[in-house]
């Protein structure tokens, strides 16, 4: 294979370039936007993304740019109270590589650099259909949650809305002095509604995400703008953090969570879907990016290594189905932990949590051994 057309400048799509040109192939990515900006909020990328980075030269870059949170610490939403804590400190030396956190729009620049040094052609405010002649050996659709070549492949397939609406904020630290430790993540939780706070931008701001159970229908959109008191209203009565945060946003965006299921196929002869166009992920394991991250080095592994299209993009979807489906399961299941309602279920679980982080070898972060310490760099098959 010589020549790779990529459908998206996202995350996964950039990484995908990037993974093809470092092994020789030819590569163009068409965009539709008009060109890379400040676009999204926070990421967090486990070490099974960060050892894709290492591989692709970018760990330095990253680490530059990114944060590594101490602890996770889950907290009860009304009185504060912390319950449990992973220590994702003990990453490192667990599985080899850390857990980050970083701005969306500084790991694009990263990545879009890398690329264009490796040859890369990006192609700004380009629009490439599924009806659109082949224009190489292979096309891969990073096209995104509402990608129009999943349609295609697969069509007749709509997501169901959960109930759930998240918002996400950004907030200048310099407004809530001392409102949190800046190198620890917080997981506050309450009946049907939790919030995630950490620091981006060496703890110059807070990253907000807030996800409340709501009835009404809302748009599948990461850019729909959103009204601070709006937010505010689902958390009232929480505790003073959340409050003294919430009380900062002064803009922000929401989107509804969808539930996506596993597809039944994820390539044509020669073209394969990638990231959120064939498994998007809700936000409760913080796994899209780093999903989509895998994938890339996965598909270009595949595509380096046989010169049978068809057969590389086999190896491809069935090194992947599996893993990327388990965390959907997982994501999934987190949100109704995080939303339980007051009662004795809720008392066990967090009693388990506590006692699992105080006395089990590895504490809670070895719960996700299987998920941190996969590592497609040794071998995508």
């Known amino acids: 294979m010589k020549s790779a057309v990529v459908v998206g400048a996202g995350i996964g799509g950039l990484t995908a370039a990037l993974a093809l040109a470092s092994r020789g192939i030819d590569v163009q990515v068409h965009e539709r936007a008009a060109a890379f900006g400040e676009v999204g909020a926070g990421l967090q990328i486990g070490p099974n993304g960060v050892h894709v980075l290492r591989a692709l030269g970018l760990e330095a870059v990253l680490m ?14 009304h009185s504060g109270r ?45 629009r490439v259909a ?46 809530v002095p001392e409102v949190l430790d800046p190198r620890r993540t917080a997981l506050f939780m309450g009946r049907g509604r939790h919030v995630v706070a950490y620091t981006l931008r060496n703890a110059s701001v807070w990253n ?30 929480w505790c003073a953090p959340v409050a003294r945060l919430l009380d900062a946003v002064d803009g922000g965006h929401r989107w509804g969570l969808f539930a996506h299921g596993a597809l039944p196929r994820w390539h044509d002869d020669g073209t394969a879907l990638l990231g959120d166009a064939c498994h998007p992920m809700l ?10 991250i895998e994938d890339a080095w996965v598909l270009a592994d595949c595509l380096a290594t046989s010169q049978d299209v068809p057969r590389a ?12 489906a388990r965390v959907q399961r997982t994501a999934a299941r987190n949100a109704r932990i995080y939303h339980m309602s007051p009662g004795p279920a809720r008392s066990v679980m967090r009693t388990g949590m506590a006692a699992v982080g105080a006395v089990v070898p590895g504490g809670l972060l070895g719960r996700f051994d299987w998920l941190y310490g996969h590592d497609v760099t040794r071998g995508a098959r």
């Open 283 to 292: 936000p409760f394991l913080a796994q899209g990016a780093t999903m989509a």
């Open 82 to 126: 912390r319950i449990a804590s992973v220590r994702m400190q003990d990453a490192r030396d667990r599985y080899g590589a850390p857990y980050v956190q970083i701005h969306r729009a500084d790991l694009l620049d990263l990545l879009a650099d890398a690329a264009l040094a490796a040859g890369v052609h990006v192609h700004f405010d380009s």
């Open 208 to 237: 907000l995400v807030a996800v409340e159970e709501c009835a009404d229908w809302t748009d599948e959109s990461w850019t729909a703008p959103a009204l601070p008191d709006e937010m505010r209203a689902g958390f009232a009565g």
């Open 313 to 324: 993009l086999a190896w491809y979807e069935g090194a992947r189905k599996g893993r990327t």
């Open 130 to 175: 599924p009806e659109d002649p082949r224009m190489a050996d292979v096309v891969i659709a990073a096209d995104g949650v509402r990608s129009a070549f999943r349609s295609a492949l697969v069509p007749g397939i709509a997501p169901e809305f959960t109930g759930q609406v998240a918002w996400r904020a950004l907030v200048p630290a310099g407004l």
């Open 64 to 77: 530059a740019r990114a944060s590594q949170p101490q602890a996770v610490d889950m907290c009860d939403g």
